[in-house]
Each structure stands twice: as structure tokens, then as C-alpha cells.
């Protein structure tokens, strides 16, 4: 009741900040961005749109990769008529497709540009149950392993970057609230709903399963970075509840009377990118990795959502997944495996 309260009233946290700080207030003391060189993903609309507006603002260079590359170029023009001298950078990406992924990284590398901050915002609430080209279904595929993929092809060019400019590499992943509504087995469900059995389909759990993966991923890469002593962090958002063009498959009557109801608890896009913005510039975050953040403050994750054990053992899955195909994971030999892996790990984290 308490935590609702300040959130309704936007009462400031620990960092300063709070549920009605704008994404512009929380970069105004940061230090210049012009040294940055940022990757964005899903900046044509919404939290994206007004993350890459105030990076550019600034100062920090942006390359946008974009599925829509109108939509992308329309998202450049809005950018450069308020800040013309902004150094913006299309480039087409499908994160639903791993080989869109690995060209997208080919390109951005045949640029010989720095990376010092990657921002993972982009997102799909599928109401129809489909699958990628990879066998993987859709809101997953986007959501999720797209990204894995995206930051396991790029982490060499941050840790280089990070060791050459002597500025620490951050990486954003932009998660929701919403995934604490997910339980059960996690590589059992997302098995189900890729292999088109429409019956256990639900857009909703299938959401909250790519968020879960978010987090859970934000917390293995962080070990990982921490094991290899890069200057690179890691952490994950949520933004807050906002009307975006995520909710677009959902458009009609039925949502305009469940975001009418709820427009008290409803984040603008401008507070709703302030989390993402914070946590990728502020200065008091150094050196801050493996964390969850809400209304630009730290956060704490569910059970699940802290279980070392499931964070490996997804990193085992979505490695065979992005190197063999969904065919391999979904295999009852591998299925079996990662189930010996996950029980076989929980045994030495007890002794």
C-alpha cells in the first residue's frame, strides 16, 4: 500500500528520482554523451523513440536499427528538426530473425565505430500465437534471443571500447513487472507454445516469459563480465505501465476502457524512458551490475526471477538455440540434459 502511494505521488527514492521523473530530468547532471556511441533498439515509437531523443540531446552518437526502416528514417527526421547537429545512424534489424542479427552486427563492425553503450528496449506483445524463421515463437524470438544474440556478437567490441576510452560500457535491458506473473518450467513452456500448439498459448504468460528471460539473462551476463573483469555492466529495467505501440495487436474497445481505468497508474513516455535513461548515463551507477530498476531506483527481483540455477541453465538453452536452431533444444535428449544440468547445479549450490 505504502509503495503504491509513492508511486501515485511520485515520491523521490534513494537515487533522487521517482515514478514521476522524466527521462530529461534524471540526464541533467550526467556528464557529456558526445564520447558515447549508443546502439538503440525499438527507437521508432514510444520509450524508445524518447530514449534516443534524449541520448541525442546529450550529445551521444546513435545508431538506430530498425525492422521499419521508414519508420526508423521518420524516427532520425523527428531527432535532427530539434537537435540538428545529432549524429543518427539507420540500420535495418529484424530481431525476430538470428540471421538478421548477425548481418545487423557484420554491418555495424565494417563501420569501425566504437560501442559503449547498448540499450535492448525493443519489444512485441503478440496476441496471436506465431513462430520465427528459426522455430522459436515470435514475442520469445523478439524479445528475448534476439537480444542474447545481439549482445553476445557485440560484447567483444564494448569490452574493446571500454579498454581503449577508458569509459565503462553499459548495457540497458528494458524487462517488465509483468514477469513475475510467469511460473513453471520455462524451456518446457516456451517448447509448447514454438511447436504451434495453439491450445497452450497465452499472448500474456508467453510475455512474461520473454521478460522473466530478460531478467534472468541480465544476472548470467553480469557473472560473466564480472569473471572476465570486463568494464562492461549490465542491468534491467521496468519502465513503468504506458500506452506504446506494443499494445498495438490489442487495439480496441475492450483496451480503451482497461487503459481508461488504470490512467492514474499510467507512466507518460517521457517518465516511462526515465528508468532506461538513468540507469544508462547516471554517473552514481558505476561500476552497478546485475541489478533490477524501477522508477529509477533499484529494485528487488522474485524468487525466480534471482535463481542463479535457471540463469545458467537458460544461457545453456538460448547457446544451442542461437548455434544449432530450436530443433536441438526442443529435443528430448537436450531437454533432458538441461534438466540434469539445472538439478546437478542446484545440488552444489546446496552443499
Same mark, same amino acid.
Given at each position: 500500500?505504502?509503495?503504491?502511494?509513492?508511486?501515485?505521488?511520485?515520491?523521490?527514492?534513494?537515487?533522487g528520482y521517482g515514478s514521476k521523473s522524466t527521462a530529461e530530468q534524471v540526464t541533467e547532471n550526467c556528464c557529456d554523451l558526445h564520447s558515447i556511441t549508443a546502439i538503440i533498439t525499438g527507437a521508432t515509437s514510444g520509450i524508445g523513440a524518447e530514449t534516443a531523443r534524449v541520448l541525442a540531446k546529450r550529445g551521444a552518437r546513435l545508431v538506430l536499427p530498425a525492422r521499419n526502416l521508414k519508420a526508423a528514417e521518420d524516427a532520425r527526421a523527428r531527432i535532427l528538426s530539434e537537435n540538428p547537429d545529432a549524429d543518427i545512424i539507420v540500420m535495418g534489424l529484424d530481431l525476430s530473425s538470428l540471421n538478421s542479427v548477425r548481418n545487423f552486427v557484420s554491418e555495424f563492425e565494417s563501420l569501425n565505430l566504437p560501442l559503449n553503450l547498448l540499450i535492448n528496449n525493443a519489444g512485441k506483445f503478440a496476441l496471436e500465437p506465431a513462430v520465427s524463421e528459426d522455430g522459436i515463437e515470435m /514475442?520469445?524470438? /523478439?524479445?528475448?534471443?534476439?537480444?542474447?544474440?545481439? /549482445?553476445?556478437?557485440?560484447?567483444?567490441?564494448?569490452?574493446e571500447t571500454a579498454k581503449t576510452s577508458g569509459l565503462q560500457g553499459r548495457i540497458v535491458n528494458v524487462s517488465s513487472s509483468i514477469y513475475k506473473w510467469f511460473s513453471?518450467?520455462?524451456?518446457?513452456?516456451?517448447?509448447?507454445?514454438?511447436?504451434?500448439?495453439?491450445?497452450?498459448f497465452d499472448p500474456t504468460r508467453a510475455y512474461a516469459l520473454s521478460k522473466l528471460a530478460i531478467v534472468l539473462h541480465t544476472k548470467e551476463v553480469a557473472q560473466r563480465l564480472k569473471q572476465m573483469e570486463a568494464n562492461v555492466t549490465v542491468n534491467c529495467v521496468?519502465?513503468?505501465?504506458?500506452?506504446?505501440?506494443?499494445?498495438?495487436?490489442?487495439?480496441?474497445m475492450v483496451t480503451d476502457v482497461v487503459f481508461f481505468l488504470t490512467?492514474?497508474?499510467?507512466? /507518460?513516455?517521457?517518465?516511462?524512458?526515465?528508468?532506461?535513461?538513468y540507469v544508462a548515463t547516471h554517473p552514481a551507477l558505476v561500476n552497478a551490475t546485475g541489478k533490477y530498476f524501477s522508477d529509477c531506483n533499484e529494485a528487488s527481483t522474485s524468487k525466480l526471477g534471482s535463481n542463479s540455477t535457471e540463469a545458467a541453465r537458460l544461457w545453456t538453452a538460448s547457446e544451442i538455440m542461437v548455434s544449432r536452431g530450436s530443433k536441438a533444444v526442443f529435443d528430448p535428449l537436450t531437454s533432458a540434459i538441461l534438466d540434469y544440468d539445472r538439478k546437478s547445479n542446484s545440488k552444489k549450490r546446496k552443499e
Open positions: 500500500m505504502l509503495e503504491t502511494l509513492r508511486y501515485l505521488v511520485g515520491s523521490a527514492g534513494a537515487s /514475442t520469445f524470438a /523478439t524479445n528475448y534471443l534476439g537480444h542474447f544474440l545481439l /549482445t553476445k556478437l557485440l560484447l567483444k567490441k564494448m569490452i513453471g518450467d520455462m524451456i518446457r513452456y516456451l517448447c509448447e507454445i514454438s511447436r504451434n500448439k495453439l491450445r497452450d521496468h519502465p513503468g505501465v504506458v500506452r506504446t505501440r506494443l499494445t498495438r495487436e490489442r487495439e480496441g490512467s492514474k497508474l499510467l507512466k /507518460t513516455i517521457p517518465q516511462a524512458a526515465a528508468t532506461t535513461c
